[in-house]
Nanobody
Framework: QVQLVESGGGSVQAGGSLRLSCTASRYTYSNYCMAWFRQAPGKEREGVAAIGNDGITRYADLVKGRFTIYNDIDKSTLNLQMNDLKPEDTDMYYC???????????????WGQGTQVTVSS
């Protein structure tokens, strides 16, 4: 069973930075593509960034140049470094594991419980 546990969320002012982490087993990182999604109440979950087994990354246009997704295999964590945060980045952020490095939710089978990010203006 794949278990994903997010951490690192919090409150920050616009222009600030946060780093989200997702802890899972080394088996998970070796066998699945990983991604971060976000979702606001009443809205659809949207892909933020994804990373494949080959290390190739993919980003949503809204976060390109500001967010960086990377794996720390030794620590068995997936990270999302978020810089220059904007109020519109306020959402619940979810870690996911799936079969392709896509930004679509249908490609992902396993999900974490989420961590809240709040950006104030």
């Amino acid at each position: 069973q794949v278990q994903l546990v997010e951490s690192g969320g919090g409150s920050v002012q616009a222009g600030g930075s946060l780093r989200l982490s997702c802890t899972a087993s080394r088996y998970t990182y070796s066998n699945y593509c990983m991604a971060w999604f976000r979702q606001a109440p009443g809205k659809e979950r949207e892909g933020v960034a994804a990373i494949g087994n080959d290390g190739i990354t993919r980003y949503a246009d809204l976060v390109k140049g500001r967010f960086t997704i990377y794996n720390d295999i030794d620590k068995s964590t997936l990270n999302l470094q978020m810089n220059d945060l904007k109020p519109e980045d306020t959402d619940m952020y979810y870690c996911a594991a799936g079969w392709t490095a896509s930004l679509g939710t249908s490609e992902y089978k396993y999900w974490g419980q989420g961590t809240q990010v709040t950006v104030s203006s």
